[in-house]
């Protein structure tokens, strides 16, 4: 809840993408209560679609990095989208070069 906070503090928005809805869906969520999750928490949302492009650029790098293709579509997607990736995922140290992710204490 702390991270939820800080967003709601700082007045950003959730990006809310393709690869983050498989995730909940995959763990038994409706779209309908994936959007009653992010109304109740009040948080602002911003939904993402991952393109063409970037799915072309996520088997590149997976080509080259022992790290699961959806934390690279991740990371390319919150680039591209000009997000801040927020995980404690150690995975995503390895594609630092596509974009760097924060643990939430670390958020400002």
């Known amino acids: 809840m702390e991270l939820v906070a800080k967003i709601i503090l700082r007045n950003d928005t959730a990006l809310l993408s393709d690869v983050l809805i498989k995730e909940f869906t995959a763990l038994g969520y409706s779209m309908i209560q994936i959007h ?12 993402a679609h991952h393109t063409r492009m ?3 650029e996520m088997r590149r790098v997976g080509q080259r990095v ?9 990371a390319i997607v919150a680039r591209d989208n000009d997000a801040i990736l927020v ?19 670390n958020l400002e």
């Open 36 to 47: 009653a999750i992010m109304d109740t928490l009040g948080l602002t949302v911003k939904r």
């Open 54 to 56: 970037e799915l072309e």
């Open 66 to 74: 022992d790290v699961p293709m959806k934390d690279i579509l991740h």
């Open 87 to 105: 995980s404690r995922d150690r995975h995503f140290r390895q594609i630092a070069h596509i974009t760097k992710a924060f643990i939430p204490e």
